[in-house]
């Protein structure tokens, strides 16, 4: 793996954690729309929407309705 392609994974992997630490801190759940506002400066909507989908496949987080909320697997992570 090149250096660019380690650096990437390494902000990718981050901006997933973050993402997570915002949901998990939203007993009631985050409304998608409200974090993606939050971080509209730093990537676009597909952007956005590509993480937060390979969030769900992952069972981190569920979107319901685009209410985001933390799972079992995603609780600590």
């Not at 954690?17 to 998990?24: K, L, M, N, P, S």
């Not at 400066?41 to 933390?70: C, F, S, W």
């Amino acid at each position: 793996m090149t250096n660019e392609k380690q650096v990437a994974n390494i902000i990718l992997a981050e901006i997933v954690d973050a993402i997570q630490e915002a949901v998990d801190a939203c007993p009631q759940g985050m409304p998608s729309g409200h974090l993606y506002a939050r971080l509209m400066p730093y990537m676009g909507i597909d952007t956005y929407n590509q993480i937060i989908a390979a969030m769900v496949k992952a069972g981190r987080i569920t979107n319901h309705g685009h209410l985001l909320e933390t799972t079992k697997k995603g609780e600590g992570a």
